[in-house]
């Protein structure tokens, strides 16, 4: 191996221990500091620090607690420095306090509230004083391990604007003090909702992106994924945890089929069922059952996972449980009530008992605010009403369909339809 | 990108009835419970040793079927895990950190597993023909 060579290998060395330690050691810094900006920096500091020096010496034995060693002996300098230099300053003065406090706590042994500092890392990150944006780049960041540069590449954002965003973050939570735990009773349930929708909102983002884009954005589908698991193990007690994990589980094994080679998108129904992928149908249905066994099917993740799940065990898509999927639908409109989820009821509906019971109930979606630049409510409509004989209504509602939709491929298809029907 | 880690065979778990034990099956089971925590796992299982499978030899046509146990114990597989990462880098720095599965001398072996876009060439075209006619349904653009 030449020099060059072993160089490459150790810097792939590092990355990758930094890829498993970096979220367990800022969380841990962030117990001991009480910041979690001080904490990325610390840990920063100590990535730094190894890149200089396992180059020569080689990786330690053990990785992380090098790192840790080193991060605990960088915040002993820090707060030693910051209280020399201004003793009176408030602020620093109560770093000592802190200091004061936790250096006992360096020497505890770290196995044992791993856990809970990585879920107390969750909260903070999700916290509601952040805005969605900051708390997305902020997950992904401290918990993904992600760089400021691939969240940018993946949300398709200046970087500048990533990083911005993510030092507000960092100082936001720090002015307002919010302390680094473990959320009780009905703060609990509130501020778990913030985490689950940060997760699933990454999964979405990369499982929007179609193919030619950047790599790294369907790649959040297999970070969101992560994150979900690592919650499901956290707390696995909260049924929603489970039922968001086997819906991305459901949603990701399909990720194969749902386009074609140039990229064009296939519809669930059209779908080669051969391409999905079974080990992640069998998680989620096995995730499914934790939520049955805990008694949460009626949330709402639970149940867009159990229609999922209903796709997920039709061998074809002429075996679908539609009556199952129509009741599934009807339970979630109640539980969590919006326009989208009626028109997926009203597909269901008409797939279970026949366009004409779909479409009454898209018709009384037609007034809708929320739905009226949605180009899918005409196009659903436009479907039904070809079934039902109604050609010059269907023409018109797809051509309606075509100017509202932005992407110029569905645009052509839908013309393309109108043009078809006889 | 996703590996299998395969922990081979000794002459100790190859021993009919064999099982671990109990120190190394609570080692194991810390870090299994690490690799869950970080999310790394997407299946696991441990192997019956070798008496109780059974092969089938193909010769052209011909088919045999061999019971175990079988020799050449160093080949055989105790078990494996399928593990979702981002480098082989981070497949070995976990192995790195496994507890020796068999006490004395063991090893473990790394494989990565053939995704989708590896078979991208042999599939285009066929994959091409099949979704050019499909049907655009609209129905179901609604779900995802």
């Known amino acids: ?422 | 990108m996703r590996f299998m880690v395969i922990v081979k065979a000794t002459k100790e778990s190859e021993k009919e009835g064999a099982l671990p034990d109990s120190q190394l099956l609570a080692e194991m089971g810390k870090f299994n419970e690490e690799l869950l925590k970080a999310g790394v796992v997407l299946a696991m299982d441990g192997l019956q040793p070798s008496v109780k499978g059974a092969r089938v030899k193909f010769s052209g046509k011909s088919r045999t079927v061999i019971d175990g146990p079988f020799a050449e114990t160093k080949e055989l597989i105790a078990g494996f895990w399928i593990w979702r990462l981002n480098s082989l880098d981070e497949a070995i720095e976990w192995v790195k950190r496994c507890p020796n599965p068999h006490g004395g001398e063991s090893e473990i072996e790394i494989r990565q597993v053939f995704e989708m876009e590896d078979f991208a060439p042999i599939l285009s075209q066929e994959e091409i023909q099949k979704k050019v006619n499909a049907r655009a349904d609209l129905i179901g653009q609604v779900e995802k």
């Not at chain 1, 989620?284 to 049955?292: F, I, K, S």
């Open chain 1, 1 to 422: 191996m030449s020099a060059t060579d072993q160089h490459q290998a150790i810097h792939q060395a590092i990355d990758a221990v930094w890829r498993i330690e970096s979220p367990r050691l800022i969380a841990a810094l962030t117990r001991i500091t009480r910041d979690v900006g001080l904490a990325e920096d610390l840990a920063q500091e100590a990535l730094v620090a190894a890149l200089e020096q396992w180059p020569q010496s080689g990786v330690p034995d053990k990785p992380g607690a090098w790192l840790m060693a080193t991060a605990k002996h960088r915040a002993l300098d820090h707060f030693r420095r910051n209280t020399l230099l201004d003793r009176k300053h408030a602020e620093l003065g109560r770093h000592y306090e802190a200091l004061e406090q936790t250096v006992p706590d360096f020497d505890t042994p770290l196995d044992d509230t791993i856990g809970d500092d990585l879920l107390r890392l969750v909260f903070i990150s999700c916290h509601p004083i952040l805005s969605p944006e900051a708390r997305v780049a902020l997950t992904l960041r401290l918990l993904g391990g992600l760089s400021t540069d691939e969240i940018a590449r993946a949300f398709l954002a200046p970087e500048s604007t990533v990083a911005q965003r993510i030092v507000r973050a960092k100082r936001t939570l720090s002015d307002a003090h919010v302390p680094f735990e473990i959320p009780r009773g009905a703060e609990f349930t509130a501020r778990l909702a913030s985490v689950l929708q940060v997760i699933y909102l990454v999964f979405n983002e990369g499982y929007t992106a179609t193919q030619g884009d950047d790599w790294l954005r369907p790649a959040l589908c297999d970070d969101a994924l992560r994150l979900g698991r690592i919650l499901a193990e956290l707390v696995p007690d909260e049924p929603e945890v489970h039922a968001l994990a086997a819906l991305m589980e459901i949603q990701a094994s399909r990720a194969h089929a749902r386009t074609d080679s140039a990229g064009n998108a296939i519809l669930l129904l059209d779908q080669d069922r051969a391409l999905w992928d079974q080990l992640l149908i069998r998680r989620g249905l096995a995730a499914l059952e934790r939520v049955e066994s805990l008694h949460g099917s009626n949330g709402p993740y639970a149940l867009q996972a159990a229609i999922a799940s209903c796709h997920a065990r039709a061998r074809t898509a002429a075996e679908t449980n539609w009556l199952r999927i129509a009741s599934l639908y009807e339970t979630l409109a109640q539980v969590s009530p919006s326009p989208v989820v009626e028109l997926n009821r009203a597909v269901a509906v008409a797939m279970a008992f026949g366009p004409a019971a779909g479409l009454e109930r898209v018709d009384a979606l037609v007034a809708e605010p929320s739905l009226r630049n949605y180009h899918l409510l005409p196009a659903v409509r436009a479907d039904l009403l070809s079934k039902l004989g109604r050609i010059e209504e269907a023409r018109a509602e797809l051509s309606r369909a075509a100017s509202l939709t932005g992407n110029t491929r569905e645009r052509d298809l839908l013309l393309a339809r109108a043009a078809q029907l006889k």
